[in-house]
């Protein structure tokens, strides 16, 4: 069995459906891969573990059983007494874009890998096969609180895990784009899956176009690199190459959250399976082209199933 731990924020979800009418969920970049890696690949053949901090109140106990009923372990979630996790809404336009109001500040999340976070969770991330995390991450995170992630990495690296991360920038979480871009390189120094978004690094790097773009991160040397552009094809950089992948045509979209997330899951899912990039890429593209026609960065059981659970699974 593969194991994968994902690391991040989970918060509570507001979306709006129509006039004054919100629906309640779960959801934050990372948890979304998790659930959707959860939801495509067998649990006698993946197992996957969320770390994070939530707090003690009713919230928190309706997130780790949404966690769970996923099929995602919990036993790496640490509880902090008195707090809340962070929360937001989400509003779609016409074309099915998002805008997200924050309230997160206090998030028991942010004390992710500080001095009192427990070593035992440290060291089932380091004995895991797969690490996956994103710059939102690390965004939430302190600066010591970062190094002691990046320790962590380095030494599930030496023990033959890869490191799997995204770069999701969102500039509201830095102090600036030099302090994002500075996180984000030490972390591509312990990466050796890389999936990023065009938008942002465009943004972050201020590439001219795509084939700049492509050329600056094959220049890393990172093994494998996926760079997403959302409803366009995909630019995978592996084996000394780059092929693009044709994205999903024709569909209709209704909301854009967690299309990125969907689209890592899709991959990374087809990547334990043993399939080459170019075809998890196309996985990945199937799997958002479900997600982005539903509302909500979770879509429904029935849209796309719950994975089935060993006997005597939680």
Same mark, same amino acid.
């Given at each position: 069995?593969?194991?994968?731990?994902?690391?991040?924020?989970?918060?509570?979800?507001?979306?709006?459906?129509?006039?004054?009418?919100?629906?309640?969920?779960?959801?934050?970049?990372?948890?979304?891969?998790?659930?959707?890696?959860? @939801?495509?690949?067998?649990?006698?053949?993946?197992?996957?573990?969320?770390?994070?901090?939530?707090?003690?109140?009713?919230?928190?106990?309706?997130?780790?059983?949404? !966690?769970?009923?996923? &099929?995602? &372990?919990?036993?790496?979630?640490?509880?902090?007494?008195?707090?809340?996790?962070?929360?937001?809404?989400?509003?779609?336009?016409?074309?099915?874009? @998002?805008?997200?109001?924050?309230?997160?500040?206090?998030?028991?999340?942010?004390?992710?890998?500080?001095?009192?976070?427990?070593?035992?969770?440290?060291?089932?991330?380091?004995?895991?096969?797969?690490?996956?995390?994103?710059?939102?991450?690390?965004?939430?995170?302190?600066?010591?609180?970062?190094?002691?992630?990046?320790?962590?990495?380095?030494?599930?690296?030496?023990?033959?895990?890869?490191?799997?991360?995204?770069?999701?920038?969102?500039?509201?979480?830095?102090?600036?784009?030099?302090?994002?871009?500075?996180?984000?390189?030490?972390?591509?120094?312990?990466?050796?899956?890389?999936?990023?978004?065009?938008?942002?690094?465009?943004?972050?790097?201020?590439?001219?176009?795509?084939?700049?773009?492509?050329?600056?991160?094959?220049?890393?040397?990172?093994?494998?690199?996926?760079?997403?552009?959302?409803?366009?094809?995909?630019?995978?950089?592996?084996?000394?190459?780059?092929?693009?992948?044709?994205?999903?045509?024709?569909?209709?979209?209704?909301?854009?959250? !967690?299309? &990125?997330?969907?689209?890592?899951?899709?991959?990374?899912?087809?990547?334990?399976?043993?399939?080459?990039?170019?075809?998890?890429?196309?996985?990945?593209?199937?799997?958002?082209?479900?997600?982005?026609?539903?509302?909500?960065?979770?879509?429904?059981?029935?849209?796309?199933?719950?994975?089935?659970?060993?006997?005597?699974?939680?």
């Amino acid at each position: 069995m593969m194991r994968v731990a994902a690391i991040g924020e989970c918060m509570v979800e507001l979306t709006h459906q129509g006039g004054d009418t919100l629906a309640l969920g779960f959801a934050g970049d990372t948890f979304n891969t998790a659930v959707y890696l959860a @939801r495509t690949t067998p649990a006698q053949d993946v197992s996957i573990d969320y770390v994070t901090a939530v707090g003690d109140d009713w919230y928190s106990g309706r997130l780790l059983a949404a !966690a769970t009923a996923e &099929g995602i &372990g919990t036993g790496l979630v640490q509880r902090v007494p008195g707090r809340s996790p962070g929360l937001y809404l989400v509003r779609t336009d016409g074309a099915g874009e @998002r805008s997200f109001t924050y309230h997160r500040s206090e998030s028991p999340a942010r004390r992710l890998f500080d001095a009192d976070w427990p070593e035992q969770v440290d060291r089932a991330v380091a004995e895991s096969d797969v690490v996956y995390l994103s710059a939102i991450t690390l965004q939430i995170l302190s600066a010591a609180a970062r190094e002691r992630l990046w320790a962590t990495l380095a030494v599930a690296r030496a023990r033959g895990a890869r490191v799997v991360f995204d770069s999701n920038y969102r500039p509201g979480g830095w102090p600036d784009a030099a302090a994002a871009r500075a996180a984000i390189q030490r972390t591509l120094e312990s990466t050796d899956v890389y999936l990023p978004t065009f938008g942002d690094e465009q943004e972050l790097h201020g590439d001219r176009d795509g084939q700049a773009c492509a050329t600056r991160l094959a220049a890393l040397g990172i093994a494998e690199i996926v760079m997403k552009n959302g409803p366009d094809d995909c630019l995978v950089i592996a084996d000394g190459e780059a092929v693009t992948v044709p994205a999903q045509r024709g569909i209709t979209v209704v909301d854009t959250t !967690a299309a &990125g997330d969907s689209f890592n899951a899709g991959y990374l899912g087809a990547r334990l399976r043993g399939e080459p990039p170019q075809q998890a890429a196309a996985a990945g593209h199937r799997l958002a082209a479900v997600v982005v026609g539903r509302p909500g960065a979770i879509v429904p059981d029935e849209v796309l199933p719950r994975r089935v659970l060993l006997s005597g699974s939680s």
